[in-house]
């Protein structure tokens, strides 16, 4: 029983003595909150941001549709079989 009641005192002197140290003063509580109500707005720009580049992206024109497209290459030189189906052609500028 002696053993419990210096226990159950131990106890009770830890949780009083380390309540102070765990408190916050009201000073630090509001910057935390004015911090939180800068994140939010910063939050909401965010948002709106996005919503802006989506309603862009929307009401951007298709892309133009591929067209087919014939290139004279006789005489130039080449690699390959000349009745290939398709041809990649370089244009480059050499200076």
């Not at 996005?50 to 309603?55: A, T």
Request: cysteine-free.
């Amino acid at each position: 029983m002696k053993k419990f009641f210096v226990f159950t005192t131990l106890i009770m002197l830890f949780l009083l003595s380390a309540q102070p140290g765990f408190a916050q003063s009201s000073k630090e509580l509001n910057t935390v909150k004015e911090d939180i109500k800068a994140l939010k707005e910063g939050q909401q720009a965010i948002q709106k941001d996005i919503k802006e580049i989506k309603n862009q992206l929307k009401a951007k024109p298709a892309p133009a549709e591929f067209k087919e497209t014939v290139v004279n290459v006789d005489g130039d030189p080449f690699k390959g079989n000349k009745d290939a189906k398709l041809a990649v052609i370089e244009f480059s500028d050499y200076q």
